[in-house]
Each structure stands twice: as structure tokens, then as C-alpha cells.
């Protein structure tokens, strides 16, 4: 059982609908990041496994090539989907605990303020969508001046308990002009639909000179093998997952490509990759292999898993 999707594991436990369900509303748009109207569909019928009525795409910009789901849940969605009485398999999850931080994000975000240091060593950071905040308390204890930024109110709460500066904000956006040397976004972008404005805001949270760290899943290889596999899945001889990317929580999906446009477009340069550790005690033989290849290459090949850039406001 412990090889099974986590859908199947929960399905075996709590059961599910007899009949196919929607949660609500979903909603259509261009590409997030450039506003073209012209992209491809690179993966078909994904939805929710409770939610089987609300089918949505994956697909590739023709202009910039940002991956991106189309159509995403609306407002309405996400509430349903958040409602036990609805969604039965909706439990608090783990990895929003500062226990589960601790365990599994320590080593990457140990490494990430590594590199933030050998950029600038001291100074004022915001940590973006921080959660439960492990991030903020490993940098405060390294000699910044640390603080969270968190649009949801129960990760706030987290924070506070473990005694963790945290500001609870809008989802409209930031309010700070020119206050902060560092900003940090630790896999925020994936999961905002507004992610252009999110990076301007936090451009605009920068002092001149200020540093910004975005770290964000890896679509890289993903991206170079889907044709391959998509073959296989119409000769059935591998099968398909209609939750291959939960492509209804993680909406936008970066290569080292896209992450750069992204960066430049929103007016930041010396914009440079990173290696940093990633669940090192489950993946480690596959991580190593692609953090020489990474190093090798000097960065020119870039499949490491998370894909991490810093950047420079001027």
C-alpha cells in the first residue's frame, strides 16, 4: 500500500462519491506570462480525483513556452475544495506543519540562505508565502533582520506559535516600497495566478541592489520526456494519470527558460541558477546525478529538482 498514489491510499480509507462531482466554477485565461493567446495542450484530462466533472488542460505557450494549467479553479473551487463536508478527503495537510518544514525543507532552505550570503551577507529579508516560517527562524539565527509574509491566516497562526515574526498580508498584493535587501519566494509561483504582479511587488519591496530567491518545481526534463511518454500512453503501454502534476494546485510550471523571462520581464538582471538539496534521504543517487551535471555544465544544464534563481534589482 505504501506504493500506491495518495489519491488510492485515501480512496481505500475514506471512499469515494458515487457519482462524478464538480467543486465549482473553473476559469479560462492566455498565457500568465506573456498574455499570448497561442499555446498547445501538452497533457489532456486532469481534474481532481474527487472532482472528476472539472477537466482541465496543461499546455505550452508558442511564444514564451511557459507550461501552465487552462482552464484553473476558480475562487469558488478552491473553497469547496477546502470544505471536509465536501471534499471527504480533505484532511489539514502535513507539509503545512512547521514539523514537516523542519524534516523535509531544512537542508534546501539551509542552502538557499547560503547562496544569499555569498550575495549579500547581512541585511533586511522577507520570507513570501512562508507558512509555518522555518525559513524565517534559519535566518534570523544566520544574523538577518527576518521577517514572513503570509496571505492565509492559519499560516500566521503557525508562525506565531513558534514565536516567528510574521505579517499577515492581502491577497491583492504587497505594500512595502524600497524596505528590504532579500526577498524570498520558496515555491509560491507555482501556485499564483497573478505570479507577473507577485515578482513586481516584490521588485518593488526591494531596496536598489536588493536580492530576490525564487525557487519553484523543475519542469525542465519533465518538459523534453512528455513526448515520449505521451506516445506510450496512446499505445497504451504505460497508462495515463488524470493527476499527473495536481495541475489544480500547481498552475504554473517553470523551466530555466521561462523562470528567466519571467525575471527579466518584471525588470530584474544578473539573474543566475542554483543547486540546492532537495528531500536528500528519498531522492539522493537521482539529485546527485543532477547536481553534476548542473555543476559541469556550469549551469548550462539545468534538471536539478528544485529549480532555484537569484536575481539583482538595480
Known amino acids: ?59 505550452e505557450c508558442q511564444r514564451c513556452s511557459l507550461i501552465f494549467t487552462n482552464p484553473i479553479p476558480s475562487a469558488k473551487w478552491y473553497e469547496t475544495f477546502l470544505s471536509p463536508k465536501v471534499n471527504i478527503w480533505w484532511d ?34 522577507i520570507d513570501v508565502g512562508t507558512g509555518p516560517g522555518l525559513f524565517v527562524r534559519l535566518a534570523l539565527e544566520t544574523g538577518y533582520s527576518a521577517v514572513g509574509f503570509d496571505i492565509l491566516p492559519e499560516g500566521v497562526t503557525r508562525a506565531k506559535t513558534h514565536n516567528i515574526p510574521i505579517v499577515l498580508g492581502k491577497s491583492s498584493g504587497m505594500e512595502f516600497n524600497a524596505k528590504f535587501d532579500v526577498v524570498t519566494l520558496w515555491c509560491v509561483i507555482a501556485h499564483e495566478a497573478n505570479f507577473v504582479e507577485l515578482v513586481r511587488d516584490c521588485r518593488r519591496a526591494l531596496r536598489p541592489g536588493g536580492v530576490i530567491l525564487v525557487e519553484t518545481p523543475n519542469m525542465t526534463l519533465w518538459r523534453l520526456l512528455r513526448k515520449p511518454r505521451a506516445l506510450l500512453e496512446r499505445l497504451r503501454l504505460t497508462a495515463t494519470s488524470h493527476d499527473a502534476l495536481s495541475a489544480y494546485g500547481h498552475i504554473n510550471h517553470f523551466t530555466a527558460r521561462t523562470l528567466s523571462y519571467l525575471l527579466k520581464e518584471c525588470g530584474f538582471v544578473d539573474i543566475r541558477f542554483h543547486a540546492v538539496r532537495n528531500y536528500g534521504t528519498e531522492r539522493g543517487i537521482v539529485d546527485w546525478g543532477k547536481h553534476l551535471l548542473f555543476t559541469t555544465s556550469r549551469a548550462h544544464i539545468n534538471f536539478c529538482f528544485p529549480l532555484v534563481a537569484t536575481a539583482r534589482k538595480m
Open 1 to 59: 500500500m505504501s506504493k500506491l498514489p495518495w489519491h488510492h491510499k485515501l480512496e481505500l480509507r475514506c471512499g469515494r462519491p458515487s457519482t462524478p462531482q464538480s467543486f465549482g466554477p473553473l476559469e479560462h485565461r492566455d498565457c500568465p506570462l506573456c498574455g499570448n493567446t497561442r499555446y498547445r495542450s501538452v497533457l489532456e484530462n486532469q481534474y481532481y480525483p474527487l472532482a472528476e466533472l472539472d477537466v482541465m488542460s496543461v499546455a
Open 92 to 125: 489539514e495537510p502535513v507539509w503545512t506543519t512547521y514539523e514537516w518544514q523542519d524534516q523535509n525543507s531544512r537542508d534546501k532552505f539551509i542552502d538557499g540562505l547560503s547562496i544569499i550570503r555569498r550575495i549579500l551577507p547581512n541585511g533586511t529579508l
